[in-house]
């Protein structure tokens, strides 16, 4: 036994070092972490409150409360669309942290700090995992934050929901942040320079957020940006996160998103490790 855990914590050597190294890039920067929670609370306080969906049908001549109740039920699942679109957000903060974790490894490349970590006894694969983890803490600390201050502003939770929903929805963006931020450090694994990954980012991050269920439903888009949707993991994190924060949960739709989550998260995590032992290197 002691064996295995000498072999098993060689493998993991350096693991915390690295992680924190990129932490304290993060919580030692107060406007860093402060922007970082801005953007969303902006999002939500004037986007979320000034687009009033449910006003549109409750104050419409002719339409009863109780109808105009139904329709943002039918719609959106819930009868407050501000509620709806603030868990969007911790999609948002998710999406937004793990995009620039490529970054890091192309300022460390031209820093000189990456020569010196291959220099050492610790993984290649540890390297990439320590910027995954970092980016996931970072993740799940901004999107408690966010839920803290959507409840402040209003946010309708389910009567169904429960302390053990928090964990569950950690856990969806534990999965989601392994699979982004792996796929966006392969991207940025052999880049000398930060204009490409940079340029990435630019490209698909309007079509990750607008593509999916952030602000608005699926099964209302035209048919071609729904088959899009369907593919876009953010849709999944997001519908999980709405059925443990907001719907009377659908236990087999929460299991379809998981599994699909997790299985992205799989693929990627396995990619990005690959091409650590293959790519990275002085």
């Not at 860093?32 to 000034?50: D, E």
């Not at 209003?154 to 989601?176: D, R």
């Not at 949707?229 to 236990?251: C, E, G, H, S, W």
């Amino acid at each position: 036994m002691n064996r295995i855990d000498e072999q098993y914590g060689g493998r993991l050597h350096g693991l915390w070092a690295l992680t924190n190294r990129e932490l304290k890039k993060w919580y030692k920067e107060p406007i860093l972490f402060l922007m970082s929670i801005v953007q969303p609370v902006i999002w939500m306080g004037l986007f979320g409150k000034a687009m009033n969906i449910g006003a549109v049908f409750s104050n419409s001549p002719g339409i009863p409360p109780d109808v105009a109740k139904q329709i943002m039920l039918q719609t959106f699942g819930t009868s407050d669309y501000f509620s709806y679109m603030a868990v969007g957000m911790i999609s948002f903060v998710v999406l937004f942290t793990t995009m620039f974790s490529g970054m890091s490894i192309v300022w460390d490349r031209r820093l000189g700090f990456l020569n010196k970590v291959l220099s050492t006894p610790v993984s290649r694969s540890v390297i990439i995992f320590s910027k995954v983890l970092s980016a996931t803490l970072r993740s799940i600390v901004q999107a408690s934050i966010v839920i803290v201050i959507a409840l402040l502003l209003g946010m309708q939770l389910s009567s169904t929901f429960n302390l053990a929903n928090i964990l569950a929805v950690f856990m969806v963006i534990f999965l989601i942040c392994l699979g982004l931020s792996s796929l966006f450090l392969a991207i940025a694994i052999r880049s000398t320079r930060w204009e490409t990954p940079m340029a990435v980012v630019n490209l698909v991050n309007l079509p990750l957020m607008f593509a999916s269920n952030t602000f608005f439903p699926v099964s209302m888009m035209p048919d071609w940006i729904r088959t899009i949707a369907r593919i876009n993991p953010i849709t999944y994190t997001t519908d999980a996160v709405r059925q443990l924060l907001l719907f009377k949960m659908d236990v087999t739709q929460l299991m379809i998103d998981i599994a699909y989550l997790s299985v992205f998260a799989a693929i990627f995590t396995s990619i990005g490790i690959i091409l650590s032992w293959k790519y990275l290197s002085k």
